[in-house]
Nanobody
């Protein structure tokens, strides 16, 4: 059974930092592209960041550039999203996604709330 379990969400002050983790099980983790998405209230789900299977490349959506860093530990089957200089518009549910051709798995999400 495939499981992706996000953790590390919570409430953080404007300008603060937070690191999300996503622990995967039931998949050959090192063969998957790992992605972070988010869904803000009243908005569509959007890609935040992605990292290739062996960390050669990372991609960031424009809002995340310069503030977020995606990384992974294939020995621990875990992907991370370090977020800094958080803004109110970063408030969202953040989802972990594991993707490779023919397979696509999602976590249940973790809430991040940026407060004043």
């Amino acid at each position: 059974q495939v499981q992706l379990v996000e953790s590390g969400g919570g409430t953080v002050q404007f300008g603060g930092s937070l690191t999300l983790s996503c622990a995967a099980s039931g998949i050959d983790f090192s063969t998957y592209v790992m992605r972070w998405f988010r869904r803000a209230p009243g908005k569509e789900r959007e890609l935040v960041a992605a990292i290739t299977a062996t960390s050669e490349f990372a991609h960031y959506a424009e809002p995340a550039k310069g503030r977020f860093t995606v990384s992974r530990d294939n020995d621990k089957n875990t992907v991370f999203l370090q977020m800094s200089n958080l803004k109110f518009e970063d408030t969202a549910v953040y989802f972990c996604n594991a993707w490779r051709f023919g397979a696509d798995f999602w976590g249940r999400g973790t809430q991040v709330t940026v407060s004043s």
